[in-house]
């Protein structure tokens, strides 16, 4: 089996190469042609392809004796335009190469931004409501863009008969990238944590990879939507102070109810931001619900489809985060039978 | 009267925003090659139909005026075609990669009985306007130089530079600064007039895949003279337009609302530097707040495209002279080439 992986070597997608071959799955790796690849220690195996989504004229050649494509490509820097032509216009240009090859199973990485956090109470799972148009233009470029990337995808897919899956990781932390957007602001080495006892939708990468590696051979997730969380998730406040500590950046921590946060960011709107067309993100008012609003998180639709469990749980992620050497990436026991199943 | 878009990227945001407000304007279509971004810009400004192949966007929508806001390569295509389906074509800068084809174009336009005018939004920001306004009162005096100055950084790895996917820009001679130049001559143009003669300096400061960073050029004008540059290395960003007069002086930067008029004061010669200087900071002042609340309303420093657009429809709607006129696109244009590197880079 042979897999296309989009974003070989961005953060997620290393790791999601390295739990690919972890299962004997063979990987062709697709970077942008300026991607500096020396750090990876890729095995030789690993079957490089140079491509950018945006103008890559060569893009069906990529498909060569592939059985599924895993996207994980997104333009995540840059104005709204630029994250707009790479995340969807570039699944265009790749779904368009997929078409005319013989691969018809993809799993996409989408986000759980393209969630409605404003009409969701309680418990945010994958039943909750997704954004509609045209509100989701409110919204901000990397949600427009996440949100458009799964829509032209289920396009394609419905208009080709192909298989898709589509996983939606929350907040992807591990080695280099212990910060998340969900602690609050930051100021300096200083943190204003707002609503510090709510919980944060995160996974860790080794774990969020391995799901993207089993979603790939499991026919059980065929036509399935998941969320990847590897639980219902830490509270900001202590997440906040174990990437304090393991990354050695002491600072204080001035916690703020959320409550109050939102009370404030709403007056605020009322009074003087209404009729401002471009106001920070973190002052308008559904903005910062989508960023912040207090919700329980779940994988129990992961649990119950594919038996999938988390092979590291917070404290053993923490370690292999902060822990000055890395150990060297230990499979868990199912992962060289070459099977499916991980539990 | 209808209006359609061809390239619904970055600048295209500008024209459907404004589009949208003007009164009397329907945006009846828009066009990119990618399905996906001509549906979204479809949906987000409330645009009846989206195309991907833009010759059955003019034959099925009939537009009176079309914009073309693509990559600069491809408007001269775009624009034929749309003169020849009958719509006024609004065209981004630069207009076209060569001054034979803006010839080209603009005969066609005539022949059509068409308008085709490029955009130099930056002449219809407030501070040129206000400048020009002080010049018509005769308070200004007759304006006998101007410069005119870039700084912007276009050698981060996102954009002109971006070392994945090439920049359509640089095609064009001069790489990536050619995309500002229209932006230069249309100032030059405005305060000083068509051009006589020009020199220019090319220079690379930095290893990159642009072919130059760094521009200067001296124009001689029919009513003045010009200094005309483009800085990739100088920060921060600014947009520095400095025009003489015979009476006052004016500084704006273009990227912000600063503007400032220096002038004849009714003080004792020695004492006029220390009025001069009072006024200049309550006006720098008085812009530093100004440039922080347009931060969150309104198009910012596009606020020129809006004035352009709206004086246009208007101009068009009246059938009275445009705000760009044939003559002003072929003047500028001819500048532009005057402008452009006759050498390969070092």
């Keep these: ?14 790791h999601v ?35 950018d989504l945006r103008t890559s004229r060569d893009l069906p050649h990529a498909f060569e004796g592939v059985d599924v494509l895993i996207h994980l490509a997104a333009v995540v820097s840059g104005g709204e335009d630029a994250q707009f032509a790479g995340t969807v216009a570039g699944t265009e240009r790749l779904l368009d190469a997929m078409a005319s090859s013989g691969c018809r199973r993809l799993v996409l990485c989408s986000s759980f931004s393209v ?15 997704i954004h509609q148009s045209p509100d989701v233009y ?16 289920r ?8 298989d898709l899956t589509v996983l939606r990781p929350g907040f992807i932390w591990g080695r280099d990238h212990g910060y998340l957007a969900a602690l609050g602001q930051q100021i300096g080495r200083h ?14 990468v080794e774990n969020c990879a391995d799901v993207f590696a089993l979603a790939a051979v499991d026919p059980r997730a065929r036509g399935q939507t998941f969320n990847v969380v590897d639980g219902p998730g830490e509270r900001i406040w202590k997440y906040l102070s174990d990437y304090m500590r393991g990354s050695d950046k002491p600072g204080w921590r001035l916690p703020i109810p959320y409550w109050l946060a939102s009370t404030v960011v709403r007056l605020a709107f009322v009074t003087v931001f209404r009729r401002a067309t471009k106001v920070p993100a973190i002052l308008t008012p559904r903005k910062f619900e989508a960023m912040l609003k207090p919700l329980r998180f779940e994988n129990r639709k992961l649990q119950k489809t594919l038996g999938w469990s988390p092979p590291f749980d917070y404290r053993q992620s923490l370690a292999r985060t902060y822990d000055p050497a890395p150990q060297p990436a230990k499979a868990p026991a199912s992962w060289s039978s070459g099977t499916a199943a991980s539990t | 009267m209808k209006a359609a878009l061809i390239g619904a990227g970055q600048i295209a945001r500008q024209h459907l925003a404004c589009l949208q407000t003007l009164p009397g304007v329907e945006l009846a279509a828009i066009c990119d090659l990618s399905p996906a971004t001509a549906e979204a810009a479809a949906e987000r400004y409330e645009i009846p139909s989206w195309f991907t192949d833009y010759r059955a966007m003019l034959e099925k929508a009939r537009p009176d005026v079309v914009h073309v806001t693509t990559p600069p390569t491809s408007h001269f295509r775009l624009a034929m075609d749309s003169l020849d389906a009958g719509a006024h074509v609004i065209v981004e800068k630069p207009a076209t990669s060569t001054l034979d084809e803006l010839e080209a174009l603009v005969q066609r336009a005539e022949e059509a009985g068409r308008h085709v005018v490029e955009d130099y939004n930056y002449v219809f920001n407030h501070a040129p306007q206000e400048i020009l306004r002080q010049i018509k009162s005769g308070q200004f005096g007759a304006v006998t130089h101007v410069e005119v100055l870039i700084c912007l950084d276009i050698l981060g790895p996102g954009g002109f530079a971006d070392p994945n996917s090439p920049h359509p820009a640089l095609t064009l001679a001069g790489g990536a600064i050619a995309d500002f130049l229209p932006h230069l001559a249309s100032l030059a ?16 400061r930095k290893p990159s895949p642009l072919p130059f960073d760094e521009f200067r050029s001296v124009v001689d004008a029919e009513r003045g003279t010009a200094v005309l540059g483009f800085s990739s290395n100088s920060q921060p960003d600014a947009f520095w337009l400095r025009v003489y007069g015979e009476r006052m002086q004016a500084t704006a930067n273009l990227f912000e609302t600063r503007l400032t008029f220096d002038g004849p004061h009714n003080v004792p010669k020695p004492l006029r530097p220390f009025f001069s200087g009072l006024e200049e900071g309550k006006d720098i002042r008085r812009a530093a707040l100004a440039t922080l609340l347009r931060k969150f309303k309104g198009p910012g420093a596009y606020e020129g495209l809006w004035e352009f657009l709206a004086r246009t429809y208007g101009a068009l709607a009246d059938k009275s002279i445009l705000p760009i006129t044939v003559s002003d696109v072929i003047e500028v244009n001819r500048m532009v080439e005057a402008l452009k590197p006759t050498e390969q880079p070092r």
Excluded at chain 1, 17 to 43: H, Y
Excluded at chain 1, 140 to 149: F, L, N
Excluded at chain 2, 191 to 203: D, I, L, Y
């Design chain 1, 1 to 14: 089996m042979k897999a296309l992986v989009t974003g070989a070597n961005g953060f997620l997608g290393r």
């Design chain 1, 17 to 51: 190469v390295d739990a690919l071959l972890a299962r004997g799955i063979e990987v062709r790796a697709m970077v942008r042609p300026a991607a500096r690849l020396d750090a990876f220690g890729w095995r030789s195996s690993v079957e490089i392809f140079r491509a």
């Design chain 1, 115 to 129: 969630y409605d956090y404003s009409s969701t109470r309680g418990t945010l799972n994958e039943g909750s409501p």
């Design chain 1, 138 to 153: 409110t919204r901000g470029g990397y949600t427009v863009a996440k949100w458009w990337q799964e829509r032209v995808t």
């Design chain 1, 155 to 162: 396009d394609f897919v419905e208009k080709h008969g192909w």
């Design chain 1, 191 to 204: 943190h204003v944590v707002i609503g510090p006892l709510n919980r944060i939708p995160m996974t860790y």
């Design chain 2, 189 to 204: 143009h405005c305060f000083v007039g068509p051009h006589r003669t020009a020199k220019t300096v090319w220079t690379k």
